[in-house]
């Protein structure tokens, strides 16, 4: 059983396109990271929220971290295919991962 | 240039056959960690290292052993591999932000197949 839980776990669209990708669970965490990892390759740290209710952007890149610190979410503004790959989730000082959404942008 | 180094990047091997997989961190972090990626399954801990000589399980540690005798390296062994081992490999080391904010950067990972 994931401790975090993400969703959807496949989500495939078209250039131009807006999307949110979510992550989940029933603990509380003192903070959340955000990777994004492409084939071949170890994933590569985005962001970290650590304060609930904490809003932080990166370019076209908006991530949440819920009030509750239980949540977070991902909201990509007008995708590009350079977008393309799988985004994980990671919690507490163990560092604990989703399982992840698999991101695909069509040209 | 700060870098997490795994080798191999790719290993097959045979069922049984000891097999070491070697991790090297130049940042000077105390935390190291180890883990499996599969279909579906995400990153799974392995092992997980708090500073030189000492280490915890972390979710799914049957099979492997690590060692941490120095800061800047934590190896992977498999002492008897079996094909539910063939996996993709991720050796982090990690960076805390503060007193609760872990980041971690990985190596390039190892591919292995046990057959």
């Known amino acids: 059983t994931q401790l975090l839980e993400q969703s959807p776990q496949f989500l495939s669209i078209q250039e131009g396109e807006n999307l949110t990708v979510y992550c989940n669970s029933s603990?509380?965490?003192?903070?959340l990271q955000w990777y994004r990892q492409e084939p071949g390759e170890g994933p590569v740290l985005l962001v970290t929220v650590v304060t609930g209710g904490e809003v932080k952007k990166l370019k076209r890149l908006t991530f949440q971290f819920g009030d509750a610190r239980k949540d977070s979410s991902l909201h990509i503004t007008a995708a590009q295919p350079g977008d393309t790959g799988l985004y994980l989730c990671?919690?507490?000082?163990?560092?604990?991962f989703g399982a992840g959404t698999r991101l695909t942008v069509k040209p | 240039e700060a870098q997490v180094t795994q080798n191999p990047r790719y290993l097959i091997t045979v069922t049984g056959k000891k097999l070491t997989v070697t991790c090297s961190q130049n940042?000077?972090?105390?935390?190291m960690s180890w883990y499996r990626q599969d279909p579906g399954l995400g990153l799974r801990q392995i092992y997980y290292?708090?500073?030189?000589?000492?280490?915890d399980k972390g979710d799914v540690p049957e099979g492997y052993k690590v060692s941490r005798k120095e800061k800047r390296n934590f190896p992977l062994i498999l002492e008897s591999p079996s094909p539910n081992q063939t996996s993709l490999y991720f050796c982090a080391s990690i960076r805390l932000v503060g007193t609760k904010a872990p980041e971690a950067f990985f190596g390039q990972g190892t591919r292995l197949t046990v057959v």
């Open positions: 290292s708090m500073n030189v000589e000492v280490t």
């Open positions: 990671a919690g507490g000082v163990r560092m604990r």
């Open positions: 603990s509380v965490f003192s903070s």
């Open positions: 940042m000077n972090h105390e935390y």
